[in-house]
C-alpha cells in the first residue's frame, strides 16, 4: 500500500491560531523514564544519534542531518520522517527539526516544526542521568508549544469541544510509543558489547 507523505512547505500559508486551546496544549507534556545498565556515555551515544532513531521507535522511521559538517551541535537541524497506519492506509509526514541543546553526555533537545511554515510545533528531548547505583537514567520527554499548529491542534481548531479528548489520545498513544522507545533502547544497551577483533 503507497503511503500519503506530508511534507513542509506544501500546505499553503499557515493558518491562523484559535488562541482559546493555548492553555490545553501549553500543558500537553509526555515523559517516560527508564533506568539502564551502562554507562553515560554508552546511552549518550544511543540517545543523541539521530540517524538510528528508526531502529527503536514505533512511529518516527528515519531521521538525517541537513547538513551533516554542522551537526552534533546547538541550531543543527534534520529532517524525521514518521509513520502511521490510519483508516485511510499509511500516512508519512516528513519535518525539519532544530537542535537546541547539546549537552554531551547528558541532554539533547530538539523542536518539530508545522507543516505550513516550520515554525516550532513542539519540543522533543533524551536526558541522561545518574541513577542510584549503577546504571543510568534514561528521560524521554515531549511537550506541545502553546500555540504550536501540530496536526493535533489542527484537529482540534475543527472541534474544539473535542480539544480535550484528542490531546488525551494522541497523549496516550505518545507514552506507548515512548515506552516501546526506550525498552528497545534499554535492550541493545544492556546486550553485551561485540567482542574485540
Known amino acids: 500500500m503507497s503511503a500519503a507523505v506530508s511534507r513542509q512547505g506544501e500546505h499553503g500559508p499557515r493558518p491562523d491560531v484559535d488562541h482559546s486551546l493555548d492553555e490545553l496544549f501549553g500543558a500537553m507534556s509526555v515523559g517516560v523514564d527508564t533506568r539502564v545498565a551502562c554507562t553515560a556515555d554508552r546511552a549518550w551515544a544511543v540517545v543523541s544519534d539521530i540517524s538510528r532513531i528508526g531502529e527503536f521507535s514505533p512511529e518516527c522511521a528515519e531521521a ?3 547538513d551533516s559538517d554542522a551537526a552534533d551541535q546547538v541550531g543543527a537541524r534534520f529532517e524525521g520522517k514518521n509513520r502511521v497506519d490510519g483508516p485511510q492506509g499509511v500516512h508519512e509526514w516528513i519535518r525539519l527539526c532544530e537542535i537546541t541543546a547539546w549537552e554531551p ?3 539533547i533537545s530538539w ?3 508545522n507543516r505550513f511554515d516550520g515554525t516550532p510545533a513542539t519540543e522533543w528531548s533524551f536526558a541522561v542521568e545518574p541513577a542510584e547505583g549503577p546504571g543510568v537514567v ?10 504550536g499548529l501540530s496536526g493535533l491542534r489542527e484537529a482540534a481548531q475543527k472541534t474544539p469541544e473535542n480539544a480535550a479528548e484528542l490531546i488525551a489520545k ?8 515512548m515506552s516501546q522507545t526506550l525498552a ?3 535492550s541493545l544497551l544492556e546486550s553485551a558489547p561485540p ?3
Open 111 to 113: 523542536t518539530v516544526g
Open 105 to 107: 553526555p547528558r541532554l
Open 195 to 197: 567482542a574485540a577483533s
Open 64 to 66: 538525517w542531518w541537513v
Open 170 to 177: 494522541r497523549s496516550a498513544r505518545l507514552r506507548e510509543g
Open 184 to 186: 528497545r533502547m534499554c
Open 138 to 147: 534514561i528521560r524521554q520527554r515531549f511537550r506541545h508549544r502553546a500555540d
